[in-house]
């Protein structure tokens, strides 16, 4: 099956994106889905947990120039908590907190800060994924029903994966709502500086998860055998260590490469790793990071640092590197651009990439953003991984958890 028959989803094609800018965006590539045991159309929603929501969203509204497109709260008859539900390009994160103190919301808080709860996933057919995860041994938390509104039906059901994180399984293709049934439209009265690009981002690159010791290779299997990804990449040793501590991580994804879950686990090392730290905080397995993908990253990384988002610190000597000249050949814009914001390059076989991490967003350190723009280049970033893990440690250290 060639691109051209890429079926694109409602938000995709909402958001003006073809087969040719998700191949430039995320790496698109050819996958024949009538042999795929679990076809998934793409990322439907990353939905988080978040201590305000309210203030949550208004933030990404802000600073990330998303779009607030719909709402659901006691007002709508939601009585113990609120969501909302935004969108930059064909990305959807769905933010949502307690309102009734007793909600478990109240508690998953307590114990793990904001962070990803659900990695929706758009399915051509529920049920069949679902019969097909439940013969591989997966856990089904939700089995799958119809959820109606006047906009139509919605069939969903909800499989478990590492620590609290699920994916939710979606069918929309008999609705046309704003979100899901019991959600209503919704907007800001923010208004966006003229001078700010939008959108900022256009796609959800991929999605890291942090497991514990040990347990990499089991989620590896997981999606292998119960969604039918396949393994994409693998890093491992020398790869992704610095002096003082390691990692390793696998890449798995769906068949043509729109979905892709990069799933790391501490390694022994001299000092305790980022994972570990994460681990510490979070209190669990759980989303790590969200790559996040843009066709200007120059110009996202602008707006967002004058927006006052804080992006990691990379020492002049990367850029100064003889061996990254060499390495990386002719990119689109001058070494010198990408030094001045913080921006890494790295060529693969295929092209090259450049892309930039914040610092975690939130008062734990857990979560965080990338925002990465690909130029054929299908990897993500190795020859990085050293610069971004020195860089990473720096501000361990300087928070006393390396």
């Not at 709502?177 to 959108?199: E, I």
Request: charged share 25%.
């Amino acid at each position: 099956m060639t691109l051209a028959d890429l079926r694109l989803t409602p938000h995709e094609r909402a958001a003006h994106l073809g087969a040719d800018q998700l191949r430039q965006l995320v790496g698109l590539v050819e996958h024949d889905d009538a042999a795929d045991p679990f076809p998934v159309v793409g990322v439907d929603a990353v939905v988080m947990v978040c201590g305000n929501a309210t203030q949550s969203a208004q933030y990404f509204v802000a600073i990330w120039g998303m779009t607030l497109v719909a709402y659901a709260g006691p007002e709508t008859g939601q009585r113990d908590h609120k969501s909302f539900v935004l969108e930059s390009g064909s990305v959807r994160f769905v933010l949502t907190g307690a309102v009734d103190p007793a909600s478990p919301l109240v508690e998953h808080h307590r114990r793990h800060g904001d962070g990803v709860v659900d990695l929706a996933l758009e399915v051509v057919d529920v049920d069949r994924c679902v019969a097909h995860a439940r013969a591989h041994g997966a856990t089904v938390l939700v089995e799958p029903h119809d959820e109606a509104d006047g906009h139509g039906v919605v069939r969903l059901a909800a499989l478990a994966t590492y620590g609290s994180t699920r994916h939710t399984l979606v069918d929309r293709s008999r609705y046309d709502g704003p979100y899901l049934p019991g959600f209503v439209p919704r907007g800001s009265g923010y208004v966006r500086r003229p001078d700010v690009p939008s959108p900022l981002f256009q796609a959800l690159d991929h999605a890291v998860g942090n497991v514990e010791t040990g347990r990499m290779d089991h989620w590896v299997r997981f999606y292998n055998e119960v969604m039918g990804f396949t393994n994409m990449a693998e890093f491992v040793g020398d790869d992704i260590a610095t002096e003082y501590s390691a990692l390793m991580s696998k890449v798995v994804a769906n068949g043509n490469h729109r979905v892709k879950f990069p799933l790391n686990e501490p390694a022994v090392g001299r000092r305790r790793s980022q994972i570990d730290e994460y681990l510490q905080f979070y209190g669990e397995p759980g989303c790590q990071h969200l790559a996040l993908a843009t066709a200007d990253i120059l110009g996202a990384v602008d707006a967002l640092r004058a927006a006052g988002v804080e992006f990691l610190d990379t020492p002049d000597a990367y850029y100064d590197d003889p061996a990254l000249r060499s390495r990386i050949g002719t990119v689109r814009v001058p070494v010198g651009e990408l030094k001045r914001r913080g921006v890494l390059v790295d060529r693969d076989e295929d092209g090259y990439l450049l892309q930039v991490f914040t610092k975690p967003l939130g008062d734990r350190p857990t979560v965080f953003f990338e925002l990465i723009e690909r130029h054929g280049s299908l990897g993500f970033g190795k020859g990085n991984f050293r610069a971004l893990f020195e860089s990473i440690e720096r501000e361990q250290e300087a928070r006393g958890n390396l």
